[in-house]
């Protein structure tokens, strides 16, 4: 039985792994004919995050996945959609953490929340540290 | 043999260490006459020589790839390059452990040898605290970490080291990097020292200021030659990721930044005492915590190695105690610190601070931004805080340090006006103004290259505002090294602002003999070739690159396969003239028999590495005034003694 299994691992694996090998989509390593719109599409990429690799952005991977991911954004971006959307479209897909650009939410919003405070903090300081007379 | 020397050698080390301990802490209870206290600096002493010599031994198995050694067998190849060798000793985590203890124990070996400005209490004091936190890390590498350990079979072959890894910029940046990181041990020593004896005067300060600005000079290196690292073998163009590594480094950075200029004010007004203790406290806490993130396996990536939970806890306990520890002892004897003297807001101190709670504010968020992803993901939410959070939200705080940096240096001690420097203010301002009207005039450039093109002029020319008026061959070297580094910040800005402006991509597929071009270069693809190496194959595309009506020029950019371990690299190449880089990649084949290239134009890019080595620069030249000062003064007060001595002898 755990032969069985073992081969039927290997069977299932062989489509995975060809995966890997298959020509990258056309527009992975390709710019848009449209100088505006491969500007757009090129600064979305920056803030979208290779979810194969280690804190790359797909504008900066070799990784397949990422390539895939490249060829999203540019066909969507020459369709005319919107960054935004691309952007909420893919999250919708791979999750928050595909996006480098953290949204506001119930787990997020200490991020947002702790600058505002620190410059608070830091004007406090300053101001308390240099209120007092030499 | 060798391996079991080197193991040896590590164990005295450790035995030392605790000498050094108790030594240090008898003197504190019985006074620095006692018998143990004259062991506290021989023991330093002898811990640097063996720790340095395990490490000769862990280089010398590397060498001759002793394939009997764990670490040799999972980590190096005959194969290898014998410089590659050598680096791969410390391209894995037993090795690089091994040689943060090395940096620890000679930095500690040489505040015994040398350091004779503190007050002997302080000192064994000091001694004690180094002692306790290298004991730490040789409990790490003794018992969880043994770089020496032997297989019961050697192996056939070893396993090789990881090509992105096989590069010169290995051999060098680790080991600049961790004498930057542990170099900042010696100010949480001294820190730590001060706060138990409760002596934190002027003459502590400027102790410690030359051990600051040596950790901070090689930190700065680590991080420049780290980030030119990224940018030439990664393959991409791009030079800093916000990944948590490289926040792990800069982190430190930014804690020693302002530990150096809180450290001066304290040296030269007696202020700022207990934010300088802090800092000091802070730096080398930052230090730790990147080791944590970076060796604990929390993180993966290139720097990870290998993830071992059972590591990871073992160094979340010595952060806590270490850190936990040092806040403790902080916040019982803070308190008793009184702050020292007080300056009005137009000052040179009042500058400082400002410098210093926006540094601060920096790093809390990068810190942040650092550890908030992990936080989360023990709650199983994954998120990503990368550069759309870093850039904006940093830039809130940097640049109003950067226009107090501008002014500041102007500003006398204690007190001052405004008025006394309107002149300058207003030609800094009008700078600035200048340069965001012309840059937005220029181009559509987003806001904050914007700025930061503008900001990068007006502190260039105000960084040698602070010469105006004075005999140049009169100003101290130490000032020509505040100057050179405020510069420096400038070229690093502009470069890093003029990159985020002006660069140009070109992503092309060609035939051979097919052209392209990207910004001012015209490129054409001449031929692909097969190329062999000692352990990798490669295909070189040959390009013929043209700078507008300049000469040709030929390249060959590479796509590597390496077969131990096998893994896929590129090799790019850079072509530089002085006002930016051509960065070429070749990528695969596709499908129609073209050639994948990837071109980058990066007007002033190269500005970003210089403006870091001036920064350096900046540092070392500070170095170098404060401690030839020091000698004159030692020098003049011997005189004065020798002179008195010899006159109530007559």
Not at chain 2, 420 to 428: D, G, N, Q
Not at chain 2, 592 to 609: A, E, Y
């Amino acid at each position: 039985m755990r032969d069985l299994l073992a081969l039927l691992a290997i069977v299932l694996a062989v489509p995975l792994a060809a995966q890997g090998s298959a020509p990258p989509a056309p527009y992975a390593y390709r710019q848009l004919d449209d100088p505006d719109q491969e500007a757009v599409a090129r600064e979305l990429m920056h803030t979208l995050r290779c979810i194969r690799c280690q804190s790359q952005s797909i504008a900066d991977s070799d990784a397949p996945m990422a390539g895939d991911m490249r060829h999203q954004v540019r066909i969507r971006i020459a369709a005319g959609e919107e960054p935004e959307a691309v952007r909420r479209w893919l999250m919708a897909r791979y999750g928050d953490y595909v996006s480098y650009e953290p949204v506001m939410s119930a787990t997020t919003w200490p991020l947002f929340a702790i600058p505002p405070i620190l410059a608070l903090l830091a004007g406090l300081i300053v101001w308390r540290r240099l209120r007092r007379r030499a | 043999m060798i391996a079991e020397l080197g193991l040896a050698a590590l164990w005295l080390a450790a035995a030392l260490a605790v000498l050094q301990l108790v030594g240090g802490a008898l003197a504190l209870r019985g006074g620095t006459e006692s018998e143990l206290a004259a062991l506290t600096r021989p023991a330093a002493v002898l811990q640097g020589g063996l720790v340095a010599l395990s490490f000769a031994m862990l280089l010398w198995v590397f060498a001759i790839t002793d394939l009997s050694v764990k670490l040799v067998a999972m980590n190096s190849h005959s194969a290898k390059p014998l410089i590659f060798k050598l680096s791969g000793a410390w391209g894995n985590h037993e090795g690089s452990m091994l040689l943060w203890v090395t940096v620890m124990a000679l930095a500690g070996a040489l505040i015994a040898g040398i350091e004779r400005r503190l007050p002997e209490r302080t000192m064994q004091a000091t001694l004690a605290a180094q002692g306790f936190v290298a004991l730490g890390f040789y409990a790490f590498l003794l018992l969880s970490s043994n770089p020496f350990e032997r297989l019961p079979q050697p192996a056939a072959e070893g396993l090789g080291l990881n090509p992105l890894l096989q590069d010169i910029g290995l051999a060098f940046h680790p080991p600049t990097l961790y004498i930057g990181y542990v170099g900042l041990s010696v100010a949480f020593s001294f820190a730590v020292g001060a706060l138990i004896t409760r002596e934190v005067t002027p003459a502590f300060a400027r102790a410690m200021r030359p051990w600051i600005l040596g950790a901070w000079v090689f930190l700065t290196l680590g991080l420049v030659a780290g980030s030119y690292w990224a940018y030439y073998e990664l393959g991409w163009g791009g030079y800093w990721f916000w990944d948590p590594v490289e926040n792990a480094a800069l982190m430190p950075w930014l804690a020693a930044t302002a530990l150096l200029h809180s450290a001066g004010v304290l040296a030269s007004r007696d202020a700022l005492r207990v934010w300088t203790i802090m800092l000091g406290v802070v730096a080398f806490s930052m230090s730790m915590l990147g080791t944590f993130l970076v060796r604990s396996g929390v993180l993966t990536s290139v720097h990870a190695f290998a993830v071992d939970p059972e590591r990871g806890s073992f160094i979340l306990l010595l952060l806590t105690l270490y850190i936990g520890g040092a806040l403790l002892l902080f916040a019982l004897r803070a308190g008793a610190i009184s702050e020292g003297e007080r300056f009005s807001v137009a000052s040179r101190e009042g500058a400082l601070v400002v410098n210093n709670v926006m540094l601060s504010a920096i790093l809390a968020v990068v810190l942040l931004g650092t550890l908030y992803p992990l936080l989360t993901e023990a709650f199983d939410v994954r998120v990503s805080v990368g550069p759309p959070y870093f850039n904006p939200v940093g830039a809130i705080f940097a640049f109003p340090m950067l226009a107090v940096m501008a002014v500041g240096p102007l500003l006398r001690w204690r007190r001052d006006s405004w008025g006394r420097i309107s002149k300058e203010l207003a030609l800094v301002a009008a700078m600035l103004l200048a340069g965001i009207v012309l840059f937005a005039v220029l181009g559509e450039i987003a806001l904050l290259p914007l700025l930061g093109l503008a900001f990068a002029v007006a502190l260039a020319v105000a960084s040698f505002l602070p010469l105006k008026g004075r005999r140049l061959k009169r100003v101290p070297i130490a000032t020509w090294g505040m100057i050179t580094a405020h510069f420096g910040i400038a070229v690093m800005l502009f470069g890093m602002a003029s990159e985020g402006a002006f660069s140009q991509e070109r992503l092309a597929a060609l035939e051979e003999g097919g052209t392209t071009s990207v910004g001012p270069w015209a490129v054409r693809l001449e031929a692909v070739e097969p190329v062999a190496g000692p352990n990798w194959t490669a295909l070189a595309g040959r390009l013929t690159v043209r700078h507008r009506d300049g000469d040709p020029q030929a390249i060959a950019p590479q796509s590597r396969n390496f077969w131990a371990p096998p893994q896929q690299t590129t090799e790019s190449v850079l072509v530089t003239r002085w006002n930016g880089q051509l960065y070429a990649v070749m990528g695969g084949s596709s499908t129609d028999g073209r050639w994948q290239v990837r071109l980058w134009w990066k007007p002033f890019v190269t500005l970003i590495w210089y403006g870091g080595l001036l920064i350096a620069l900046g540092g070392v030249l500070a170095l170098v005034g404060r401690v030839r000062s020091d000698l004159k003064h030692r020098y003049i007060s011997r005189r004065i003694t020798e002179r008195r001595e010899e006159r109530e002898t007559a």
